[in-house]
């Protein structure tokens, strides 16, 4: 197996492969370009951000200053923001539903470090993949933690830090993150 296919699998993989540094290149390269594109040229940030992730909806908007490894593991859906100061480590697969939003500084974390000391001073780590369901909303500072799977409708409180799989329809917060309350959600909304 190549590096690349250890860490997509979630295998042990050297981050300083030649491959892996090209494709982390590739990337900063792209986001040299997004971070320096005008907020209000909304329409050329979309389109780099649908060259950069892996698979978009039609409509998303990502503030400046955005931050990922590769990009291309990235899967986000229909409606999705990202405020300022985001970042996605995604030597994992990142999927993230329908009408998600993250406020400023959200970090989404799905590459680790083995525990044993000796081993991880080799600079070998891995990855686990992170989803989040439809209609999640990520409050600011957060941390999503490697492996972790977030339910629909699930609000994560700001600051909070996100260790373990949380179900849908919850509030959650702390650290580490607990659930808070339970939504119940309105089935016909008039304005």
């Not at 990009?71 to 996605?88: D, K, L, M, P, R």
């Not at 680790?112 to 989040?132: M, N, S, W, Y």
């Not at 990520?138 to 999503?144: D, E, N, R």
């Not at 339910?151 to 919850?170: E, H, I, L």
């Amino acid at each position: 197996m190549t590096e690349l296919e250890k860490m997509l699998s979630g295998n042990l993989y050297f981050p300083s492969d030649k491959q892996l540094t090209a494709l982390r290149k590739q990337c900063r390269q792209q986001l040299d370009i997004l971070n320096s594109t005008c907020q209000t040229q909304h329409k050329q940030r979309s389109q780099l951000l649908k060259r950069l992730f892996g698979s978009t909806g039609k409509r998303l908007y990502v503030e400046s200053s955005f931050k990922c490894d590769y990009g291309q593991n990235i899967h986000v859906g229909e409606s999705f923001y990202a405020n300022f100061n985001c970042v996605i480590l995604d030597a994992a697969k990142v999927t993230i539903g329908d009408n998600c939003m993250l406020a400023p500084q959200v970090g989404i974390y799905t590459a680790t470090h083995p525990i044993d000391p000796v081993q991880r001073a080799t600079g070998i780590e891995f990855a686990k993949p992170i989803t989040l369901g439809d209609n999640c909303w990520v409050g600011g500072m957060a941390v999503i933690n490697p492996g972790v799977t977030l339910g629909n409708n699930v609000v994560v409180a700001s600051g909070a830090v996100v260790t373990k799989s949380f179900p849908d329809n919850v509030v959650i917060g702390g650290n580490p993150a607990k659930i808070i309350k339970q939504i119940e959600p309105q089935r016909d909304v008039e304005n």
